[in-house]
């Protein structure tokens, strides 16, 4: 009842924090009130890595698919403020690793909500159907890993970790515009986390390293408020969206 109340507590938040960010800034009063909205949804993969997992590499085993969606806000040619919420499964395994001997594994759900702000690195051009970016921010996730362990395994049970817990989320990816409203765009995250229970192990592993997870992932997004020709980012690059 405690976990429950806890995420609906995370979404509460969120979603407050969406309604304070969209009226209190982006209004036609406020600060940041002459750009444009975006939605985007997307697909891709999502990986752990940790203990049971030491390399940022993705591999067939333990990537699994995600789902991603969001709402930016474009306030100047070269930057973006961006709300997300991704979902997934994460997962590792003694058995593709060094330590196979071992035989520890697990499964965990993760669900992530973030706020980033992206840097258009060629948002100077006054022309372009291309954008290449790097972002960063913050987030907060929730997971519940389950573990199992092999016979020769002196693993020993752990408990006490506490979810939610934080993520710093580091980016760069490249946009296509498609039309003034449609574009798509590819993209990788590294997240480092302050956490080293992801896996479900910690004093069992190292527990001085915490765990990270890795996506590349693919979107389409839409421009909500395309007002007039010349917005086309494809001819004049103000407020120009990704995702």
Same mark, same amino acid.
């Given at each position: =009842?405690?976990? /429950?109340? @806890?995420?609906l507590?995370i979404?509460?938040? &969120?979603?407050i924090?969406?309604l304070?960010?969209?009226?209190?800034?982006?209004?036609?009063?406020?600060?940041?009130?002459? +750009?444009?909205?975006?939605?985007?949804?997307?697909?891709?993969? /999502?990986y752990?890595?940790?203990?049971?997992?030491?390399t940022s590499?993705?591999?067939?085993?333990?990537?699994?698919?995600?789902?991603? =969606?969001g /709402?930016t #806000?474009?306030?100047f040619?070269?930057?973006?403020?961006?709300?997300q919420?991704?979902?997934g499964e994460?997962?590792?395994?003694?058995m #593709?690793?060094?330590?196979?001997?071992?035989?520890i594994?697990?499964?965990?759900?993760?669900?992530?909500? $973030?706020?980033q702000?992206?840097l258009?690195?060629?948002?100077?051009?006054?022309?372009? @159907?291309?954008d290449?970016?790097?972002?960063?921010?913050?987030g907060t996730?929730?997971?519940?890993p389950?573990v @199992?362990?092999g016979?020769?395994?002196s #693993?020993?049970?752990?408990?006490?970790?506490?979810?939610?817990?934080i993520?710093y989320l &580091?980016? =760069?990816? /490249?946009?296509?515009?498609? $039309?003034?409203?449609? +574009?798509?765009?590819?993209?990788?995250?590294?997240?480092?986390t302050?956490?080293?229970?992801?896996?479900g192990i $910690?004093?069992?592993?190292?527990?001085?390293?915490?765990?990270?997870?890795i996506?590349?992932?693919m979107?389409?997004?839409?421009r909500?408020?395309?007002?007039?020709?010349?917005?086309d980012?494809?001819?004049?690059p103000?407020?120009?969206p $990704?995702f």
């Open positions: =009842m405690i976990l /429950i109340l @806890t995420k507590k979404k509460l938040i &969120f979603l924090s969406l304070g960010f969209s009226t209190g800034l982006l209004g036609k009063g406020g600060i940041l009130g002459r +750009g444009g909205f975006n939605v985007y949804a997307g697909t891709g993969i /999502i752990y890595q940790g203990d049971l997992k030491e590499v993705p591999d067939f085993y333990t990537s699994h698919v995600l789902g991603k =969606m /709402i #806000y474009n306030f040619n070269w930057g973006e403020l961006k709300a919420y991704v979902f994460l997962s590792g395994n003694d #593709y690793t060094l330590n196979a001997w071992r035989g594994k697990f499964t965990s759900p993760v669900n992530e909500y $973030s706020v702000f992206k258009n690195l060629n948002g100077f051009l006054k022309k372009r @159907t291309w290449f970016y790097v972002q960063g921010g913050i996730f929730t997971f519940q389950t @199992t362990y016979t020769l395994s #693993y020993v049970p752990e408990s006490g970790f506490t979810s939610p817990q993520s &580091f980016a =760069m990816g /490249i946009t296509k515009w498609l $039309s003034s409203h449609w +574009g798509v765009a590819l993209e990788g995250t590294y997240r480092k302050n956490t080293d229970y992801i896996d $910690s004093k069992n592993g190292n527990p001085n390293r915490n765990d990270a997870f996506d590349v992932s979107v389409a997004f839409y909500l408020n395309f007002k007039k020709k010349s917005d980012p494809r001819s004049f103000s407020h120009c $990704s």
